[in-house]
């Protein structure tokens, strides 16, 4: 199956700083990513959708300042969360999409970023 | 609207018992329907799919599911478990028209097994 990566696994930052996850699919184009958030012993949030080369559209409630999402390339998307704060700490996992064939219909999941903010 | 509902929060069950986990659907227009198995601290791993054709399927760690349209459900069965199946699971529901790609989660359902 397709590969989703995603770096760091784990980050501990402190409040006030920035933190850049980054999420790439591996052997395939990814025309559409998602971020997801997921808190503990909870199933996942959406929080955002981004094309190829188009600005994220973010479900309602997130913050577009703060979760500031680029998807640049078709292999690559990136969350940065500003000015973290100890109440962004959570899992965050991101997905990639193709438009062809089974990667059309499906979304192939990266492992997962665990953000600690301190 | 689309929705998945999840009946059970929980599943205790003993090792080598058989199990099943509910999922039930509601959306008005074709679905793909998937299992995912999410073990502590890692991403989502894709147990089995359904897109078209059988309405068994088959996935990875002896699990299968059942798609029944009539009663817009998927559960998940595995006829005798393993500890190493403590997990939780997710069942989730896509839609693909003219709105977009859309998934849809249950809220998960944690399977505990017990030796």
């Known amino acids: 199956g397709a590969v989703v990566s995603q770096h760091p696994s784990r980050v501990i930052c402190k409040s006030g700083t920035s933190v850049k996850i980054e999420c790439r699919s591996l052997?395939?184009?990814?025309?559409?990513m998602f971020w997801y958030r997921q808190f503990p012993k909870k199933s996942l949030m959406l929080m955002a959708t981004?094309?190829?080369?188009?600005?994220?559209?973010?479900e309602q409630g997130v913050e577009k300042d703060k979760f500031l999402i680029n998807h640049a390339s078709l292999t690559l998307s990136t969350l940065t969360v500003t000015s973290a704060h100890p109440e962004d700490s959570s899992f965050y996992i991101c997905?990639?999409?193709?438009?062809?064939?089974?990667?059309?219909?499906?979304?192939?999941f990266g492992p997962g970023t665990r953000l600690t903010v301190t | 609207a689309q929705s998945v509902t999840q009946l059970d929060s929980q599943v205790p069950v003993f090792e080598e018992a058989p199990v099943e986990l509910r999922c039930n659907y509601s959306?008005?227009?074709?679905?793909?329907l998937f299992w995912y198995v999410q073990y502590p601290n890692q991403g989502l791993q894709l147990l089995l799919k359904y897109l078209s054709g059988s309405t068994l399927v088959k996935g990875i760690n002896g699990f299968e599911a059942e798609f029944n349209k009539s009663q817009t459900s998927f559960h998940l069965r595995k006829p005798s478990v393993h500890i190493s199946d403590t997990a939780e699971y997710f069942c989730?529901?896509?839609?693909?028209?003219?709105?977009?790609?859309?998934?849809?989660f249950g809220a998960g359902t944690r399977l505990f097994v017990k030796a």
């Open positions: 997905s990639a999409r193709g438009d062809s064939g089974s990667y059309r219909r499906e979304q192939y």
């Open positions: 981004s094309n190829e080369g188009s600005k994220a559209t973010y």
């Open positions: 052997d395939f184009q990814a025309t559409t």
């Open positions: 989730a529901v896509v839609t693909v028209n003219t709105g977009g790609f859309k998934t849809i």
């Open positions: 959306s008005s227009v074709s679905v793909y």
